[in-house]
């Protein structure tokens, strides 16, 4: 049976002027603007854009500040917007090797044409608080080269694929248009298409974890930073009614490329394999965690056994999706009365039947002892 | 080859009307001889592109995610069509970028518009060399330390 | 290149005639009115359902017709047109509103076909596949009226019993093709009838039993 329970209409409107009130704090102190958060929250921004896979550093920004800074709340906010959105199209793939570079270092080549380019980064900094940041109002300015970088900014592993030392990675026949898991399901074996989609929207902390279980062991890769670039990538359309691509404007991206050691196979000569991992915005973890998570799902690819997590697309692909996983975790939140109940009466029952089950066995021991 | 030159200046100017701001495209028209009388073919709208990469950065397609899109598509009485696409979700900006696209078409090269455009896209490209000589400045110079002798 | 230079031609000042007409002057409350409409037709079979109008219309089209495939189609969904719509106003019309890919009977999401026109059959279209029948084709047929034809009876899911319906014009040996669709159930192609701006559906589930003879 199904009982509908009605009521709690009144809490629920009250909730969501406690929580207005909630994210607003202290009225005292002024309120956040959206712009302030897309400038100077970027990363959040950046976080907020992949993981609701919507490239809209405004809409993040409003996300963010409408969620009180909840990444995931605010995926989810840009998720449920999107749908609302009409698509006009798939780009062309985006040519990040003709990214304007503002970051792209390699762990792996001292000497890369274009050189070791530090950017903007957390990397060199002491961990050390700045307390002036406290105090607000800095404008800070950074020192500028007499000339830009150089144009020629080749892609560590197409420099290494020169030699044929390096796995390579071309389109299959026919350059297919790729699948897109928001249009239909995914089934497993997964392509490597799907792959890289389910990771790009994936949540970053998981596949962190994921790929830190890889270096440790629990996936057997050796991994090097062999690239990683970011800056702004020009993203081209090809408009049905016009038939020659347009240029849209600029997005932000990370480029990971990791380059781990294989020792060869029956078919395959010993050399060095991919993984690759891309991301908006500055978002250097999530694409290097990707990047290596991609290598250990070329597990089957390269004939590896799949012993581990990290090498095992259906455990991946299915669990790295956080608006997915906050909603079946986050749904134990709702009324489960009945379900409870029902639990409630069988346990006692079992109980009584046990109870009942025990009671000629345990009295004549009790007599005995005594 | 010379028949590609209207196509790819029209694609060039696509391109820099996507990176202004509304103010800058505004400028631009309000400079213009009088604009003449337009109907909207295609009332400007906020949509998304699904935006692809490669594995590898030159393998296989893949969807890396969406971002938001405008276009619009404008008429001037003469039968000059005029399109507008941009990532973001600027309405206005995208109808005012139809129009100066399709204006741009009926003025010959040199003209005050072009030129507008022209040093729109100076300032533009002034932007990303700056950003580019940032950059430039966190590049490692290395240097080898002498080892010791003979 | 020779492609792009045409479509730069095409949709600039030098072919002053290029005309890609109009669409929804306001494309989310018109889509969903209409949306409304297509899915009360579909899920009751038979009904005459009006979509309002729309003009002009680009040649060879029906008010109905065009907006059904604004609404319905983009640059997802492979159109199907007879050649003379497809290489005329239609087609540019289409491209244009829609941005749907031209494609042949087989590949295509929806079809259009007007009366008068040499109709393929319902065979010719993509009835899905046993793991996705729902990526069929579907038919939009225009034909002469919704009313004053031979009285058809309509049976199948949405319809209490029987629903009569005596449309005008439905091209020969329509119905023989229809019971044949009907019994590729799961699969087989929907039809959306239309004429001027009213529609009735016809979804793969609606069986029509051969017609009593007249007395």
């Known amino acids: 049976m199904y009982v509908a329970v009605k009521g709690g209409e009144a809490a629920i409107l009250a909730t969501h002027d406690l929580l207005a009130e909630a994210r607003r704090g202290d009225p005292a102190v002024p309120e956040v603007e959206v712009a302030q958060i897309r400038e100077q929250l970027g990363l959040a921004v950046a976080r907020v854009m992949n993981e609701g896979s919507l490239y809209d550093r405004d809409l993040a920004a409003l996300a963010l500040k409408q969620a009180q800074g909840d990444a995931i709340e605010a995926a989810f906010l840009i998720r449920a917007f999107r749908t609302t959105l009409p698509r006009f199209g798939s780009s062309l793939p985006v040519e990040t090797s003709r990214m304007a570079i503002r970051r792209r270092i390699s762990a792996a080549y001292k000497d890369l044409p274009g050189g070791q380019v530090l950017g903007p980064t957390y990397d060199y900094t002491h961990r050390l608080f700045d307390f002036a940041l406290m105090e607000g109002e800095s404008r800070p300015e950074a020192p500028q080269a007499a000339s830009p970088l150089s144009d020629t900014m080749p892609r560590v592993p197409d420099i290494l694929g020169a030699e044929g030392l390096m796995e390579p990675e071309t389109p299959p026949e026919g350059d297919p248009a790729p699948f897109d898991l928001t249009r239909q399901p995914i089934s497993f074996p997964a392509d490597r298409d799907v792959r890289l989609q389910s990771m790009a929207r994936g949540d970053e902390g998981f596949l962190l974890g994921l790929g830190y279980s890889v270096q440790r062991g629990f996936g057997g890769n050796h991994p090097f930073a062999g690239e990683i670039r970011m800056g702004e990538v020009s993203v081209e359309f090809v408009p049905e009614e016009l038939g020659f691509p347009i240029d849209l404007g600029e997005i932000t991206l990370t480029e990971c490329q990791m380059v781990n050691q294989f020792s060869g196979s029956k078919d395959v000569p010993p050399q060095f394999t991919r993984g690759y991992g891309l991301a908006f915005g500055h978002s250097e973890r999530k694409a290097m965690s990707m990047a290596l998570v991609d290598r250990a799902l070329k597990a089957r690819e390269f004939g590896e056994a799949a012993d581990y997590p990290a090498q095992q697309d259906e455990f991946v692909l299915y669990h790295s999706d956080n608006v997915e996983a906050a909603g079946f975790v986050e749904h134990l939140k709702l009324p489960h009365y009945v379900d409870f109940q029902g639990e409630l009466e069988l346990i006692r029952r079992i109980r009584a039947e046990r109870e009942a089950r025990l009671a000629p066995e345990t009295t004549p021991i009790q007599e005995a002892a005594e | ?150 | 290149m020779a492609e792009q230079n045409a479509a730069l031609r095409k949709a600039g000042p030098a072919d002053a005639p290029f005309n890609p007409g109009i669409g929804f002057s306001d494309p989310v409350f018109q889509s969903q009115a209409a949306f409304r409409g297509i899915l009360a037709a579909l899920s009751e079979p038979g009904t005459i359902h009006d979509l309002g109008s729309f003009a002009p219309c680009p040649a060879g089209l029906e008010p109905a017709t065009a907006i059904l495939l604004l609404t319905l189609t983009d640059y997802e969904t492979p159109v199907w047109m007879p050649e003379a719509l497809e290489s005329g106003e239609a087609g540019i019309w289409l491209r244009f509103h829609c941005g749907a890919p031209p494609a042949t009977p087989g590949k295509a999401s929806f079809a259009v076909a007007p009366a008068g026109e040499v109709f393929p059959g319902l065979t010719a279209f993509n009835p899905g596949n046993e793991l996705y029948p729902d990526r069929s084709t579907t038919l939009i047929l225009q034909i002469e009226s919704l009313t004053g034809g031979d009285m058809l009876d309509l049976e199948g899911p949405g319809i209490p019993g029987r629903r009569q319906l005596d449309p005008r014009g439905l091209p020969p040996g329509f119905l023989a093709g229809w019971a044949a669709n009907t019994r590729l159930y799961p699969l087989g192609v929907d039809v959306v009838l239309v004429a001027g701006s009213r529609i009735v559906g016809l979804p793969r589930t609606t069986r029509i039993p051969a017609p009593a003879p007249r007395t």
Do not use: W
């Open chain 2, 1 to 150: 080859m010379q028949s590609n030159e209207p196509l790819a200046r029209r694609q060039g100017h696509f391109a820099i009307l996507a990176r202004a701001a509304l103010a800058e495209v505004e400028a631009i028209l309000a400079d213009a001889p009088a604009i003449p009388p337009f109907s909207v073919l295609k009332q400007p709208e906020t949509g998304t592109i699904m935006v692809e990469g490669r594995a590898g950065g030159g393998g296989r397609r893949f969807n890396l995610g969406e971002a938001t899109m405008t276009r619009c598509a404008i008429r001037l009485e003469d039968g000059t069509i005029g399109f507008s696409y941009a990532l973001g979700r600027n309405t206005e900006k995208a109808r005012k970028a139809a129009v100066l696209d399709a204006l741009l078409q009926n003025e010959p090269p040199g003209g005050p518009m072009h030129e507008a455009m022209r040093r729109l896209a100076d300032r533009q490209q002034r932007a990303r060399d700056e950003a580019s000589r940032k950059a430039a400045a966190t590049k490692v110079e290395f240097f080898t330390m002498v080892r010791g002798e003979g």
